[in-house]
C-alpha cells in the first residue's frame, strides 16, 4: 500500500470583514470550514466544486501562499503549519504549483529560460552551465523546442504559456504538484492535449498531484480519487470511478446530473437544484447543503454531519448514511 504523503486535518480559512473608519472585524468569510483529507504518493486526488466553495483556497493553503486560521497540513511527516520561514523554504522545493491562469503567471520581462531556471536559482541547484542544460532538457519534455528558450511569454499561445507553467514547476523534482485549474483558461482544443502532458509526466517521474477543478468530466479523466467540495467543507471522497458511478451525496449526484450528455433523447432523472449558493459569510446551521438539498430532513437544518465512510474508500457527509 503507497504512502500517504500529505494530510490535511479540520483545515479552516476565516477572512475578516472589516468595517468604519477604525477598522473593526464585524464578521467573517468562511472560505474553508474545516476540510480534511489524504493523498497517497504517486496518485493524482481531484478537489473539484462550484466556483467559490473553496478549492483554490485549500491549495494555496497548502502551499502556505495563505496562512490557514486553524487546523494542520502534514506532508511527508512534517507539520507544514508549525514550520518557521526557513525550514519552510526548504520545503517548498519539495512541493511546486501550476497555476490557473498561464498569461498571468509567467514574468512577461524574463526569458523562458529565465522562468524556468528562477526555481533552481532560489533553491541554489546546479551550476550556470547545468540549469541551462536543464531547462532545454524540460523544454524537450513539455513538447516545446530548446530554441524557444531565447523568447519571451508574449511570444506564445496560452497553451504553450501552460506548458512553460509546467516545466518551472518541474525544474526542482517536486514530490507534490499542486495544479490548480491547470486548463480552465485554455481553449477546449487544447485542454485534452495538457491534461494527456500531465498523464504523461505522472508516470514518468513518478508525480503526486492535487488537480484542482470545476470541470468534473476532466477531473474523472485525470484522478484516481476526487474530493467533492460545497460551501468550503468536503462533502464526498471516493475513487474517481466509483464516485462518477455510485454518488453518495445529493450534491454530488446534482453536479454529475448537470454534465451535458451528447444525446437528444437522453432524459434527466435527477431532480435540479434549487436556489442559489449561500452567503459563506452567514454559512446555514447544520448541512450546509440542506437549504438547496431534494431530501432534506429536520436534522439537516440542525446537526452538521460528519464525514463517514459509508462504503470501503467512500466517504460521504450525509445524514441519509447514519444508522
Known amino acids: 500500500m503507497a504512502e500517504t504523503i500529505l494530510t490535511v486535518e479540520d483545515l479552516k480559512k476565516y477572512f475578516p470583514i472589516e468595517s468604519g473608519i477604525f477598522k473593526r472585524t464585524v464578521g467573517h468569510v468562511k472560505a474553508v470550514d474545516g476540510v480534511s483529507f489524504e493523498i497517497k504518493k504517486g496518485e493524482a486526488f481531484g478537489l473539484v466544486g462550484e466556483s467559490g466553495c473553496g478549492k483554490s483556497t485549500t491549495g494555496r493553503m497548502i502551499m502556505r501562499l495563505i496562512e490557514p486560521t486553524s487546523g494542520r497540513i502534514v506532508f511527508c511527516g512534517k507539520d507544514l503549519t508549525a514550520m518557521d520561514k526557513k525550514a519552510l523554504r ?3 522545493k519539495d512541493i511546486q504549483m501550476i497555476f490557473q491562469d498561464p498569461f498571468a503567471s509567467l514574468d512577461p520581462r524574463y526569458t ?3 522562468i524556468i531556471e528562477e526555481p533552481m536559482i532560489v533553491h541554489r541547484l546546479g551550476s550556470k552551465a547545468e540549469r541551462k542544460k536543464r531547462v532545454r532538457e524540460l523544454l524537450e519534455v513539455v513538447g516545446l ?3 524557444h528558450a531565447k523568447r519571451y511569454p508574449h511570444q506564445f499561445s496560452g497553451g504553450q504559456r501552460q506548458r512553460i507553467g509546467i516545466a518551472r514547476a518541474l525544474a526542482v523534482n517536486p514530490k507534490l504538484i499542486i495544479a490548480d485549474e491547470p ?3 485554455l481553449d477546449v482544443s487544447i485542454q485534452a492535449q495538457v491534461i494527456n502532458l500531465l498523464q504523461d509526466l505522472q508516470k514518468q517521474f513518478d508525480l503526486t ?3 484542482i477543478a470545476h470541470d468534473l468530466s476532466v ?4 484522478s484516481d480519487r476526487v474530493g467533492v467540495m460545497y460551501l468550503g467543507r468536503m462533502v464526498e ?3 474517481s470511478s466509483e464516485l462518477y458511478r455510485n454518488p453518495k451525496h445529493p450534491y454530488t449526484n446534482a453536479l454529475l446530473s448537470s454534465v451535458p450528455i451528447p444525446d437528444p433523447d437522453y432524459q434527466y432523472d435527477s431532480e435540479e437544484l434549487a436556489g442559489d449558493v449561500p452567503n459563506p459569510i452567514d454559512p446555514p446551521k447544520g448541512c450546509a447543503f440542506h437549504t438547496r438539498c431534494p431530501v432534506a430532513m429536520d436534522i439537516c437544518r440542525k446537526t452538521r454531519p460528519e464525514l463517514k465512510e459509508v462504503a470501503p474508500g467512500h466517504l460521504t457527509a450525509c445524514h441519509l448514511y447514519n444508522n
Open 183 to 185: 486548463v480552465s483558461a
Open 219 to 222: 477531473v474523472h479523466h485525470f
Open 237 to 239: 471522497v471516493a475513487e
Open 90 to 92: 526548504k520545503t517548498r
Open 112 to 114: 523562458v529560460e529565465r
Open 145 to 147: 523546442s530548446s530554441y
Open 209 to 211: 498531484f492535487l488537480f
